[in-house]
Each structure stands twice: as structure tokens, then as C-alpha cells.
């Protein structure tokens, strides 16, 4: 015959069981005394005298302290008694007007037994919802500890080595050769790449848990695009891509001022272009275009890279999605998702869409002015 092994965990202590026995008897014990107590001083008094409603209190208490199904039973038994002093211990002495007023003490009692019930089920809701709410809270602090303290372990070393890397380019060691310092730069440029994932993990979890607080200042959101292109332009130099910025449907530069705040959506900006680089052939054109739609300015990211399928631009911009379309070969499904964590708190909205026949845009839009 087969063990079933029991964890103990699932078990209430042994002491435990017999205390909670011990003082339910003492509380059956408690109402039916009180019970019986206001029953006799309700039967030795004329019905038009209803002491009835002094029941109230053996009926709260057990709603209080025992089962739905006791206080039920409690409830019952009230109503009967309630409504059997019509006629014990004397029934001449019975009019019209004590029968209603009974009825209508028998009928505030069931209506009193169920809305206690209801109370007591939706007081037991809340401590449950405040008891997975803590537990969530002290979760997430938890996850933003180890997020934080991983990103920190993991930077160190990464940090380390391109402070090596950047000491062998410049030459502290010795002389190299171009072929070493082409492998040297590719070696920096990963680990600067793996330094901005863990940065980007940090953040998310770190939104997640706490919100995102933005530092507003009035900016020029074309300075801003035009910073963003430049500190890429070594990647798109590397893949053989161009990229080109356009205002309104032409190259004539102008300023679109509003408030946001300046780092966070340069980050944005640098997900949508590196996006792009990374999703592009070598010889294809990566183009920015600005716009003022009134209220709002909005930025268009165009790529000549693979398409888009339809059914997964929903979900482009959720945590971790990875896909299976060829754009979604590289990254960790971070970089969308908290460039939509920024945009949002700008009380702006950002999208994709597919081009045709190839290639895609990832656009949004920012109010000029924040509330």
C-alpha cells in the first residue's frame, strides 16, 4: 500500500484545535443562556411589550464568533420564539396590533441575521484582499531588492572590463594592431550594450513597482531627436545604415518646444532608433520625421526592415515579448515596453505599424503641455 506523505505545514498546530473547540463551547454555551434568559423575561411580559429585540444581542454575538450555518439556526429559533409568546403563556390576551408588531420584530430579525451574514462575508473579502495586497507589496519589494542588487553584481564586472577594454585602445599596454582594436571596439560596444539591458531591466521593475517620476523642464524635442541620431550614428556607421530627420514633410529644420522630461524621453528615442538600426539591411535608410498636431508633437521612427504581422502589434509593447517574426530575433522584449512605460507617463500614446511592402514605424505623441 502506498504512503501518502502529509506536509505538516497543512496541518494546524495540535494545541491549536482543541483551544478553538474549547472556547466555541463557551460561546454556544454564552448565547444559549443569554437566550434563554431573554425568553423567559419575554414570555412573562404581555405581547404588546416586545422584548424581543433584546435578541439582537445573542444573535450578533454569534455572528461574531460562530459559523453562517449557527447563526441561521440562531436566527430560526429567534423567530420562533418571537412569534409562539403570542399565544404562550397566555393567547386571550392576543389583538391584532401585537401580531403585527411581532411579525414586524420576527421580520427585522431575519432581515438583521442576513445583513450581518453579508458583513461578516465582505469584512472576511477585505482582510483576504489586504492580506494578498501585503503579500504583493512585500513581493514586489522583494523583486525590485534582487533586480537591483543583481544589476549591481552584474555591472560591476561589465564596468571593470570596459574600463580594461578602453585602456588597451588608448594604448596603456603596448601598441595594437587594427585588427585588435576593431575586435577591442566590437568587445566594448557588447558590453556597453549588456550594461544598458541590466539598466533597462532595473527601470522596468523598478516603474512596475513604484510608478515613474518624471523631472519636467521645457525642452526642444528636435535638439533632443537630433542628440538621440547622433549618439547612434556609430551603430548605423557600423551596419551601413542612414539616418535621416525630417520636419514636416521637408528638410527645414524648426523647434517643437513643450515640456517632458528630457533623459527619459531621449530613451525613448534611442529604443525606437536602435530598433530600427537593428532591424534594418545594410544600404537601408532609417527616417525620423517631426510633427506638431496642435496640442501634441508626435516623432514617426521608419525602418526598411521586415514587416510587421498584424497580429502581434498588440502585443509589441508588453514585457518580455519576444515573438516569432524575423524583427524579433534580437533584445530582450524590455526596451518597447519601457519605452511605453515613458510615454504613458507623459500622458502620451505610442504604436507600430506596418509599412508596405516592407519595413515598419514606431510612433508617438506627447501633449505639449503636461497637466
Known amino acids: 500500500m502506498k504512503n501518502l506523505a502529509i506536509d505538516p505545514s497543512m496541518q494546524p498546530p495540535l494545541q491549536a484545535r482543541p483551544q478553538t473547540q474549547v472556547w466555541r463551547k463557551r460561546d454556544v454555551v454564552l448565547i444559549t443562556v443569554v437566550l434563554l434568559t431573554i425568553s423567559a423575561l419575554d414570555f412573562f411580559t404581555p405581547p404588546e411589550y416586545i422584548l424581543g429585540f433584546l435578541y439582537l444581542c445573542p444573535l450578533l454575538l454569534a455572528n461574531r464568533r460562530l459559523s453562517q450555518r449557527f447563526v441561521l439556526i440562531i436566527t430560526g429559533?429567534?423567530?420562533?420564539?418571537?412569534?409562539?409568546?403570542?399565544?404562550?403563556?397566555?393567547?386571550?390576551?392576543?389583538t391584532?396590533?401585537?401580531?403585527?408588531?411581532?411579525?414586524?420584530?420576527?421580520l427585522s430579525m431575519a432581515v438583521t441575521s442576513i445583513l450581518s451574514i453579508r458583513n461578516k462575508e465582505y469584512a472576511n473579502t477585505i482582510s483576504s484582499q489586504q492580506a494578498d495586497f501585503a503579500a504583493q507589496s512585500q513581493l514586489t519589494s522583494l523583486r525590485e531588492d534582487f533586480a537591483s542588487t543583481l544589476t549591481h553584481d552584474l555591472k560591476t564586472p561589465?564596468?571593470?572590463?570596459?574600463?580594461?577594454?578602453?585602456?588597451?585602445?588608448?594604448?596603456?599596454?603596448?601598441?595594437?594592431?587594427?585588427?585588435?582594436?576593431?575586435v577591442l571596439t566590437?568587445?566594448?560596444?557588447?558590453h556597453k550594450t549588456s550594461v544598458q539591458l541590466l539598466e533597462t531591466l532595473l527601470d522596468v521593475y523598478r516603474?512596475?513597482?513604484?510608478?515613474?517620476?518624471?523631472?519636467?523642464?521645457?525642452?526642444?524635442?528636435?535638439?533632443?531627436?537630433?542628440?538621440?541620431?547622433?549618439?547612434?550614428?556609430?551603430?548605423a556607421h557600423h551596419r551601413q545604415v542612414h539616418i535621416t530627420v525630417w520636419h514636416d514633410e521637408s528638410d527645414f529644420r524648426r523647434s517643437l518646444r513643450m515640456q517632458a522630461d528630457a533623459l527619459q524621453l531621449q530613451r525613448v528615442l534611442m529604443n525606437l532608433l536602435v530598433n530600427a538600426i537593428n532591424h534594418s539591411s545594410r544600404g537601408d535608410r532609417v527616417e525620423v520625421w517631426l510633427s506638431s498636431m496642435g496640442s501634441h508633437h508626435r516623432v514617426y521612427v521608419r525602418d526598411q526592415g521586415a514587416?510587421?504581422?498584424?497580429?502581434?502589434?498588440?502585443?509589441?509593447?508588453?514585457?518580455?515579448?519576444?515573438?516569432?517574426?524575423?524583427?524579433?530575433?534580437?533584445?530582450?522584449?524590455?526596451?518597447?515596453?519601457?519605452?511605453?512605460?515613458?510615454?504613458?507617463?507623459?500622458?502620451?500614446t505610442i504604436w507600430a505599424e506596418p509599412l508596405s511592402p516592407k519595413g515598419a514605424v514606431f510612433a508617438f505623441q506627447i501633449p505639449i503641455a503636461q497637466p
Open 158 to 182: 561589465l564596468l571593470g572590463a570596459i574600463a580594461t577594454l578602453n585602456a588597451f585602445l588608448e594604448g596603456q599596454f603596448g601598441a595594437i594592431s587594427p585588427l585588435q582594436t576593431q
Open 96 to 106: 391584532l396590533p401585537a401580531i403585527v408588531n411581532r411579525l414586524i420584530a420576527a
Open 207 to 235: 516603474n512596475d513597482a513604484t510608478g515613474l517620476v518624471l523631472h519636467l523642464e521645457t525642452i526642444d524635442l528636435t535638439t533632443l531627436v537630433e542628440e538621440a541620431a547622433n549618439q547612434v550614428a556609430g551603430l
Open 307 to 348: 514587416g510587421l504581422k498584424p497580429e502581434v502589434i498588440a502585443q509589441l509593447f508588453q514585457r518580455f515579448y519576444q515573438g516569432d517574426s524575423d524583427r524579433q530575433a534580437k533584445g530582450t522584449g524590455l526596451g518597447l515596453y519601457l519605452a511605453r512605460q515613458i510615454i504613458a507617463a507623459h500622458h502620451g
Open 77 to 94: 429559533i429567534i423567530i420562533v420564539l418571537m412569534l409562539l409568546n403570542l399565544w404562550l403563556p397566555n393567547a386571550a390576551l392576543v
Open 186 to 190: 566590437t568587445m566594448e560596444r557588447s
